[in-house]
């Protein structure tokens, strides 16, 4: 990761002052842990997730804090009401230019054979995984000027072959393509595309997937944020169209 600080006085590059991001799955996990790194960075986060709870409780925990400001809005992003209230509500705040599609779902805990899902197992997790973010973005497109980032959250199983998470990894990799051309697609309007891959966390989604795993030694999601705070730094035309493993990106 290219530091430019010379002096130790430049400002936070992710500095979000005036800027809105829309962040799915916020409740827990790596979507809890980038939306409080951004609202302590002042941006304004309109956070989504299935679990009410969890997110209405974040979110009072951070407006407390500040700087920045969350709009729980809970619900289901296969909902096509509810990815519309999304877009509507980040695009009443100033400066929406972020969208992270963190939301997913793995399919079946503990996760099994790719022979033995149903066809409403792998529907829903394409539902998702694909339809939904790309739905999503599709709303929030025109509400994004140029110098917006778009970044939809990967996964190793996008591009290894794990057994036992056919399901997942094929939606994964379904959303890598999509994105890549999306990328070209808006590189005129000036909106960046780009793919992230965290890396292996111990997450509750991780633990309920393979219950029994010893998950103690993995790192958690804050070890992600200097890449994200690389990231939000870069301008997303030099960045578009790429896919990052965040945890290669931690100095």
Not at 107 to 127: C, K, N
């Amino acid at each position: 990761m290219h530091d430019d600080t010379t002096d130790g006085s430049q400002a936070d590059p992710a500095d979000g002052t005036g800027r809105t991001a829309l962040v799915t799955g916020a409740g827990r996990g790596l979507g809890a842990a980038l939306t409080a790194f951004l609202c302590a960075r002042g941006w304004n986060v309109v956070a989504t997730s299935r679990s009410t709870d969890e997110l209405t409780s974040l979110a009072d925990k951070l407006n407390a804090e500040g700087p920045g400001r969350v709009v729980a809005v809970p619900g289901d992003v296969r909902d096509p009401d509810h990815r519309a209230r999304l877009a509507a509500e980040a695009g009443a705040l100033p400066g929406f230019s972020v969208v992270v599609n963190n939301a997913a779902l793995m399919g079946v805990s503990p996760i099994a054979p790719l022979v033995e899902a149903t066809a409403d197992v792998y529907q829903r997790v394409m539902e998702t995984n694909v339809v939904a973010p790309l739905a999503l973005i599709r709303e929030a497109v025109p509400l994004l000027g140029s110098g917006s980032l778009i970044v939809n959250v990967s996964s190793e199983a996008a591009v290894q072959a794990f057994p036992c998470a056919g399901a997942y990894g094929a939606s994964k990799a379904a959303m890598d393509h999509a994105g890549r051309i999306l990328a070209l697609e808006l590189a005129e309007a000036g909106i960046g595309v780009v793919a992230v891959d965290p890396g292996d966390m111990g997450t509750r989604m991780y633990a309920e997937a393979e219950p029994g795993v010893d998950l103690s030694a993995l790192p958690r999601p804050e070890s992600t944020l200097p890449f994200w705070s690389w990231l939000l730094a870069q301008r997303p035309n030099d960045v578009s169209g790429r896919r990052f493993l965040a945890q290669e990106h931690v100095s």
